[in-house]
């Protein structure tokens, strides 16, 4: 197995680093990893468990994917697997603020990680998926198409993302690389902790999900690994929602509402 996973310090990204090392571990294969993140210290902590449990080969890179050599120096790294099974493209920022109020160079910043990085790693990784018909993950998250306040630009990012995906599935099928993407929806991550630590807002969230929990990484990191793995081997192009059926409830309150008011008028009447 010869996977790159960026954002893999913590949260998403890292429990995908651990659900494919372990299961490449159960194959009797040698996991071969490039680990990229901008946390110094939570990334090494990472490479270090991954070589102490499953005897993995792992590289860390430490950068901000906005540096535009990251990717090529990622891409050259690998080079020497002469060929890459996995790519696991997770990196995302959101910059909190409404549209009117944000600067040029808010957004630029926004469009720059969360879909110039993507374009660019996916393109500098491209002959190494190709001679090992190779997979690609993009993490987008629900917020590709519903609009989400108070983030800015952060559904617009998500949305040219989802559809980067798109057109990258079309244009590198027929040479054998399969494109898709997860969509998170409610997860629980170091990055939205604190806003979990509130057990009323928690319940409040909870309720709203047909699943009744909140998502973890590891939810996560099943749907990548299915995506990158032989069963998905026809499946090319598709967004995986991982929400929990959140997505599916635009209706569910509305219509409900309405026919427990219907009940309480008829019997009234």
Known sequence: ?????????????????????????????????????????????????????????????????????????????????????????????AQPGDLVNYTIEDWDQMFAVNVRSHWLLAKHCYPLLKAAQGKLVFTTSISATNPTTPLGAYSPCKAALLMLMRQLAVEWAPHSIRVNSVSPGMTLTPGTAPIYQDAQVRQQRESRIPARRIGTPEDIAGAVAFLLGPDADYVHGVELLIDGGLDKTVMVNPVMDGWRTARRQSGEQ
């Not at 009797?28 to 468990?49: C, G, M, N, S």
């Not at 792992?58 to 050259?76: E, F, R, S, W, Y």
């Open 1 to 93: 197995m010869r996977t790159i996973v960026t954002g893999a310090a913590r949260g998403i990204g890292r429990a995908i680093a651990e659900r494919l090392t372990r299961d490449a571990h159960a194959r009797d294969e040698t996991p071969r990893l490039i680990l990229v993140d901008q946390h110094d210290d939570e990334l090494r902590e990472v490479a270090k468990q991954l070589k102490e449990i499953y005897n993995a080969d792992v590289v860390t890179m430490v950068g901000n994917m906005v540096d535009a050599q990251l990717p090529v120096t990622i891409a050259q790294t690998a080079a020497r697997w002469n060929g890459l099974d996995g790519l696991v493209s997770n990196v995302g920022y």
